[in-house]
């Protein structure tokens, strides 16, 4: 079975600050696909990032880095100088060829910024 | 390019009344579509998910049941709500024999049984 583990119910952190988000993973295929969401209070899940089971590369986008490690079977998302905007729920997500098109979604992990 | 409609926003019934949600995509051909649940504070929990016109999985059982009438367009239903069918319904959609793409996701409906 697949499972996605977001320990993090909520994290609070003031305005500037950096902040990770945990995602611990398990399946049981070689090829596999992770997913990073956001949502905010509107309610619409924004895609933020895919990963798939071959590639470790860490990725950095603006502000957001990921640090994926097939070794402890775990996607973390950090946000650096963390703002107001990034206030959401996020979710950590997993998917497989084996199990179709079907995603398993992470609990999520609600961030807090505050000014 | 790929848009998901997904109405009404909001909906307030009561208890044993019918449910009707509508999804349709726009810009894309035999996606595969996808109904699911978000409890207040919680997580996402896949209801339904469909591969093609008439052709649906349920994944947990419940008061509810999904149709595809259309190719693009994927029905959420129930023939008397209750209380505990109350949450956020997206529906989504992603691309036919495509391995590994992420899910796009509607604007949800807010859904509150009194």
């Known amino acids: 079975a697949q499972k996605v583990t977001q320990a993090q119910t909520e994290i609070s952190v003031v305005e500037k600050e950096d902040v990770t988000l945990d995602c611990v993973y398990e399946?049981?295929?070689?090829?596999?696909?992770l997913f990073w969401y956001k949502q905010p209070p509107s309610g619409e899940l924004v895609f933020l990032i895919r990963?798939?089971?071959?590639?470790?590369q860490n990725e950095i986008s603006g502000r957001y880095s990921w640090n994926f490690q097939k070794s402890t079977s775990s996607f973390n998302f950090t946000i650096t100088a963390s703002q107001v905007v990034d206030s959401a729920v996020y979710f950590c997500?997993?998917?497989?060829?084996?199990?179709?098109?079907?995603?398993?979604f992470g609990p999520g992990t609600r961030l807090s910024v505050l000014p | 390019s790929q848009t998901i409609h997904q109405w009404p926003a909001t909906l307030v019934q009561p208890v044993g009344s019918p449910l009707s949600l509508e999804c349709t995509v726009e810009?894309?051909?035999?996606?595969?579509l996808y109904w699911y649940r978000q409890a207040a504070g919680r997580g996402l929990q896949l209801l339904f998910y469909?591969?093609?016109?008439?052709?649906i999985s349920s994944e947990v059982p419940q008061n509810l049941s999904a149709s595809r009438p259309q190719d693009r367009q994927f029905i959420l239903s129930s023939k008397k709500l209750l209380l505990s069918d109350s949450g956020f319904y997206l529906c989504?959609?992603?691309?036919?024999?495509?391995?590994?793409?992420?899910?796009?996701f509607g604007q949800g409906t807010r859904l509150t049984v009194v």
């Open positions: 989504a959609w992603t691309p036919l024999y495509a391995a590994g793409t992420e899910a796009f």
């Open positions: 399946t049981r295929d070689t090829t596999y696909y």
């Open positions: 990963r798939n089971s071959f590639d470790e």
């Open positions: 997500a997993l998917s497989s060829y084996n199990y179709g098109q079907n995603f398993v």
């Open positions: 810009g894309t051909s035999n996606p595969n």
């Open positions: 469909s591969v093609g016109i008439g052709q």
